[in-house]
């Protein structure tokens, strides 16, 4: 239980920090926030957990292919918010989307047959 809640720690700081930093400095904040640090960490932890070069391997390949359909979100949360829609429902729109090409890259990954 004690590696749990060190897992949610270090995770939950990496994020307060990367809003932080963007409440002061739009660009730094972006640039923390667009680390793949949650995707360091997950390799972190699922190495430490497993020891199973596989599996690791395999996570990270699919990690690849969920990266792709996340990409348009911040296209879409910009050009909405500038636009003059409200911050609310441009979010929304934006995971929405990302939801929507997420079922996409399965159904196509699962076709070429891609193990996502």
Excluded: N, Q
Excluded at 10 to 37: F, M, N, Q, T
Excluded at 76 to 100: E, H, N
């Amino acid at each position: 239980m004690t590696y749990l809640l060190i897992k949610a720690a270090v995770s939950g700081i990496l994020i307060a920090l990367a809003s932080e930093v963007a409440r002061r400095y739009a660009g730094l904040g972006a640039l923390i926030a667009s680390l793949p640090l949650v995707s360091v960490m997950g390799m972190i932890w699922l190495w430490r957990d497993t020891k199973d070069a596989a599996r690791l391997a395999d996570h990270a390949a699919a990690t690849l292919w969920y990266v792709c359909p996340s990409l348009p979100m911040f296209v879409l949360i910009p050009v909405m918010l500038r636009a003059g829609f409200g911050f609310y429902p441009t979010l929304a729109s934006g995971c929405a989307l990302t939801f929507v090409l997420y079922l996409l890259t399965m159904w196509i990954g699962h076709r070429m047959g891609l193990a996502l």
